[in-house]
C-alpha cells in the first residue's frame, strides 16, 4: 500500500503565498505521476496541477502563471507553490499518486485565503 502526507494548508490573506506538500511512502516501485486535486464547498473535485515522471505538467486554466508544481523523486514528495492567492481558491486540496497504474489519495489539507 501507498500511504500519503499532505501538510501546508492554513489560512492566508488574498495576494498571500502558500507551499503544500506531499510526501509518499510505502509499496512504491515507480511513480508515474503525482498532482494536486481541490474541492470547494459545493463544488466537484477538480484537478488543480499534475506532473508526470518524465518532468510533463499540466495545471487548470484558473491557476496558470500562479501555481507552480515540482517533485522531488528522492523523497518521493510533491509541491505546490501557491502564490497570488484569490478568495476563490479557497478549498481542500488533495494530494494524488499514481503507483503501477494504481491511484491513490491523500487525506486533504484546508486553504483558506480570506482577509
Known amino acids: 500500500q501507498v500511504q500519503l502526507v499532505e501538510s501546508g494548508g492554513g489560512l492566508v490573506q488574498p495576494g498571500g503565498s502558500l507551499r503544500l506538500s506531499c510526501a509518499a511512502s510505502?509499496?512504491?516501485?515507480?511513480?508515474?505521476?503525482m498532482g494536486w486535486y481541490r474541492q470547494a464547498p459545493g463544488k466537484q473535485r477538480e484537478l488543480v496541477a499534475a506532473?508526470?515522471?518524465?518532468?510533463?505538467?499540466n495545471y487548470a486554466d484558473s491557476v496558470k502563471g500562479r501555481f507552480t508544481i515540482s517533485r522531488d523523486n528522492a523523497k518521493n514528495t510533491v509541491y505546490l507553490q501557491m502564490n497570488s492567492l484569490k478568495p476563490e481558491d479557497t478549498a481542500v486540496y488533495y494530494c494524488?499518486?499514481?503507483?503501477?497504474?494504481?491511484?491513490?489519495w491523500g487525506k486533504g489539507t484546508l486553504v483558506t485565503v480570506s482577509s
Open positions: 510505502g509499496s512504491i516501485f515507480s511513480i508515474y505521476a
Open positions: 494524488n499518486v499514481e503507483v503501477a497504474g494504481m491511484d491513490y
Open positions: 506532473i508526470t515522471s518524465g518532468g510533463s505538467t
